[in-house]
């Protein structure tokens, strides 16, 4: 069993930059690729980037590639996402997940944090 939880959400202007956090409970945590994903009002949730149980390998969705940067650290059982020069399309409820695998499918994750929101205003 793993718990999810995100902090870092909040208001900023285009351009701006703004940090996610995901905690997470338990001692199988190192053992979970992770996942970012975000949901916008009226839209199916999307993949944003994932990184595998050892953060040597990473995948981002190409929406945000060049501007996130998903990594982590298993010492705090922590898992970041960086996000830069934001977009008001970026704007959206966004999610931390754990799957036994490294994908971007979001049906393969099995334990799903609350979500944060992230508005990015014009």
């Known amino acids: 069993q793993v718990q999810l939880v995100e902090s870092g959400g909040g208001l900023v202007q285009a351009g701006g930059s703004l940090s996610l956090s995901c905690a997470a409970s338990?001692?199988?945590?190192?053992?979970?690729?992770m996942g970012w994903f975000r949901q916008a009002p009226g839209k199916e949730r999307e993949f944003v980037a994932a990184?595998?149980?050892?953060?040597?390998?990473?995948q981002v969705a190409d929406s945000v590639k060049g501007r996130f940067t998903i990594s982590r650290d298993n010492a705090k059982n922590t898992v970041y996402l960086q996000m830069n020069s934001l977009k008001p399309e970026d704007t959206a409820v966004y999610y931390c997940?754990?799957?036994?695998?490294?994908?971007?499918?979001?049906?393969?994750?099995?334990?799903w944090g609350q979500g944060t929101q992230v508005t990015v205003s014009s």
């Open positions: 990184i595998s149980w050892s953060g040597g390998i990473t």
């Open positions: 997940a754990a799957s036994s695998i490294l994908i971007s499918i979001a049906p393969e994750y099995r334990y």
């Open positions: 338990g001692r199988t945590f190192r053992s979970y690729a």
